[in-house]
T-cell receptor, first 115, second 115 residues
Framework: AQKVTQTQTSISVMEKTTVTMDCVYETQDSSYFLFWYKQTASGEIVFLIRQDSYKKENATVGHYSLNFQKPKSSIGLIITATQIEDSAVYFCAMREGYNQGKLIFGQGTKLSIKP | DPKIIQKPKYLVAVTGSEKILICEQYLGHNAMYWYRQSAKKPLEFMFSYSYQKLMDNQTASSRFQPQSSKKNHLDLQITALKPDDSATYFC??????????????FGSGTRLTVL
């Protein structure tokens, strides 16, 4: 059965620093897709970045990048030059190759950026 | 302007009543979904629709019934409401359901409270 786990409940860092959020997943499928979303204080869920399991290169979008370690079933989110507005809850999610309809989410990590 | 509109934003209902949550997307997507977020739980997949046809149903109860009157609409009817149904319900969409690579985009949610 597929599962996504985020063990960090909350993280607090200073503005303009780099933060890494952890995520591990379980799947029996050889093809899968990993996503990171953030949920703002207003409740809005925003897509950030995606990693396809067959790609060796780590995805990068703006100041978001991923640390994809396939042998460890790990997909960390790295945010560089953090800003106050990056404060949010970050969710890791996975979609298996055969199970097209279902996106499985982790429990979320609350990120607080201090000025 | 929001591309996925959910109405209402907040909803209070009494136990045993029936409510309909509205979702319209203006992204031109062919697949739509419902997710639920309960307190202290990760986002849970409920339904997926593709071209107005139900593709996946992960809800255990028949009290939850999606309704698709138009391609860009996917409403959620909930009957015989219970306090445990209290949650934020998110509608989402993607270009195509058949590809697991598709990214889901979420609406702002309807926060349902059942008294």
């Amino acid at each position: 059965a597929q599962k996504v786990t985020q063990t960090q409940t909350s993280i607090s860092v200073m503005e303009k620093t780099t933060v890494t959020m952890d995520c591990v997943y379980e799947t029996q499928d050889s093809s899968y897709f990993l996503f990171w979303y953030k949920q703002t204080a207003s409740g809005e869920i925003v897509f950030l970045i995606r990693q396809d399991s067959y790609k060796k290169e780590n995805a990068t979008v703006g100041h978001y990048s991923l640390n994809f370690q396939k042998p460890k079933s790990s997909i960390g989110l790295i945010i560089t030059a953090t800003q106050i507005e990056d404060s949010a809850v970050y969710f890791c999610a996975m979609r298996e190759g055969y199970n097209q309809g279902k996106l499985i989410f982790g429990q979320g990590t609350k990120l607080s950026i201090k000025p | 302007d929001p591309k996925i509109i959910q109405k209402p934003k907040y909803l209070v209902a009494v136990t045993g009543s029936e409510k309909i949550l509205i979702c319209e997307q203006y992204l031109g997507h062919n697949a739509m979904y419902w997710y639920r977020q309960s307190a202290k739980k990760p986002l849970e997949f409920m339904f997926s629709y593709s071209y107005q046809k139900l593709m996946d149903n992960q809800t255990a109860s028949s009290r939850f019934q999606p309704q698709s009157s138009k391609k860009n609409h996917l409403d959620l009817q909930i009957t015989a409401l219970k306090p445990d149904d209290s949650a934020t319900y998110f509608c989402a969409s993607s270009q195509e359901r058949l590809s697991s690579a598709e990214t889901l985009y979420f609406g702002s949610g309807t926060r349902l409270t059942v008294l």
